[in-house]
């Protein structure tokens, strides 16, 4: 299957311009949601994400996980707080500030991430098998700019 090679001389540049961020958020946002329905699991995708998220940054504020997700403080701290009654996640004092505390992932948290992550390979390895060499590379790459994006100012 070639999904993107050779459909670049199809596209019109500045069609792609204004229509590229609309398709990709719709894109991402259905991908997401066809994965995520299909992966057994009885946590909400704010759970997994957070547990992703707590994943690659390590021990994180809430204010900064908030951020990183792109949601409000309080609905993070409500996620964390029942994250951590489900023993995903666990709160430790700030070394650098008394005040605030460090969120991050427990054992069974990252057994219960990693058992998500297999399953999320597993429903998707039949696609991404029918992809070519340079069709996954280039997806590979795309979610390397989209997160190096979500880091531009405008984003934040």
């Given at each position: 299957m070639q999904l993107i090679d050779g459909a670049a001389a199809d596209?019109?540049?500045?069609?792609?311009?204004?229509?590229?961020?609309?398709?990709?958020?719709?894109?991402?946002?259905?991908f997401n949601r066809a994965v995520a329905r299909r992966v057994e699991t009885s946590a909400a995708a704010g759970t997994w994400r957070a547990l992703a998220a707590l994943d690659e940054l390590g021990p994180t504020r809430v204010s900064d996980l908030a951020e990183w997700q792109r949601v409000s403080q309080p609905t993070m701290t409500t996620l964390v707080r029942r994250m951590e009654q489900e023993g995903l996640v666990q709160r430790e004092p700030d070394p650098g500030d008394g005040r605030a505390s460090l969120v991050s992932i427990t054992e069974e948290g990252r057994h219960q991430f990693e058992v998500f992550r297999a399953q999320a390979i597993e429903v998707t390895a039949p696609a991404w098998g029918r992809l070519s060499d340079s069709d996954r590379a280039v997806l590979v790459r795309a979610a390397e700019l989209l997160a190096a994006l979500l880091e531009e100012p405008e984003l934040r």
């Open positions: 596209i019109n540049p500045d069609a792609a311009a204004h229509l590229s961020p609309v398709r990709l958020m719709s894109s991402s946002s259905r």
